[in-house]
């Protein structure tokens, strides 16, 4: 069965903190890259930061210095720390292999609920 819950998000202030969590199913979990995805408003989803088995990280050019990916592998887990929080910085957050894993049974790309993360004073 493929579990992706993510957790963590809330109301925050601009410059504020967050720390994401997700726990992901280890059948896809420990052969993947995993990434957090971010999709606001009326944009489309993007990557903004994937880290791969061997603990190589990239972000996106918006979120970098201000967000680290992390894994534990014993838990199935992956984080997101996120520091300086922006307004913009506000979106449903969601994590996923990268690329996105494909559901064989769904015949579409499988998402998580994701966790809101409002950034707002």
């Known amino acids: 069965q493929v579990q992706l819950v993510e957790s963590g998000g809330g109301l925050v202030q601009p410059e504020g903190s967050l720390r994401l969590s997700c726990v992901a199913s280890?059948?896809?979990?420990?052969?993947?890259?995993m990434g957090w995805y971010r999709q606001a408003p009326g944009k489309q989803r993007e990557l903004v930061a994937r880290?791969?088995?061997?603990?190589?990280?990239l972000y996106a050019d918006s979120v970098k210095g201000r967000f680290t990916i992390s894994r534990d592998n014993a838990k199935n887990t992956v984080y997101l720390q996120m520091n300086s929080l922006k307004p913009e910085d506000t979106a449903v957050y969601y994590c996923?292999?990268?690329?996105?894993?494909?559901?064989?049974?769904?015949?579409?790309?499988?998402w998580g609920q994701g966790t809101q993360v409002t950034v707002s004073s």
């Open positions: 280890g059948s896809i979990f420990s052969r993947n890259a």
């Open positions: 880290i791969t088995t061997g603990d190589s990280t």
């Open positions: 996923n292999t990268d690329p996105p894993f494909f559901h064989p049974y769904l015949r579409r790309p499988y």
